[in-house]
């Protein structure tokens, strides 16, 4: 896209050479090449616990099946339903078409049908464009800060994980790091103070 900011998995040289979250920022050169650097966020979580990823994957799974079964209208309302199945908490399936229009959010429900392409969160990531390139490929997984619904929609780290349902549109789910008891799991005031420095 000509230059943007993501969050990555990186050895720290200056930690043993630990995996480590960061936050980095490239720019395309030319045509032939790009330039780019990052900043490490090592007091938050780089893994989430095997279980709640896979618990993640199970529930965004299960959505996608239920879309495929009783088409996009009836899978729609059952998202967006806040008493329904597809909502458990704070965990809860959204939904977008591959323009970045929302279709489905359900403690966000003013938000419906507004494009949200290039949404970003408060470190400046383009949150909507990378789950759309990641259910472009079908599924994937990727960090992004987003208002956490139990903490008076405070920002906070979250990893989400996106499939595609099938041409036209896309569903996906996330875990909060302090929900998750992913290690050393802090506020997103870290993060956001990173993003403005």
Known sequence: RGEDFTYFIF???????????????AAKVDENWWVGSGVYLSDLPVFFPPESRENLVSFVDEA??????????????????????FVSGNLYIFAYDFNGTVLSLPYQPELLGSDRLDAKDANGVRFVQNSIDQAKRGRGYLYYLYAN?????????????VRSVDNNWWLGAGIYASESNATNATSSTYLGEIGRN
């Not at 040289?13 to 995996?19: A, L, N, R, T, V």
């Not at 079964?69 to 806040?82: H, K, V």
């Open 149 to 161: 619904p139990s903490k008076n929609m405070e920002e906070e780290l979250k990893l989400g994980y």
């Open 64 to 85: 996608v099946k239920y879309a495929e079964e009783n088409g996009r209208d009836a899978a729609l309302q059952a998202f967006n339903d806040r008493n329904g199945s």
């Open 11 to 25: 050895p720290n040289p200056d930690h043993g050479s630990e995996d480590e979250l960061k936050i980095g920022y």
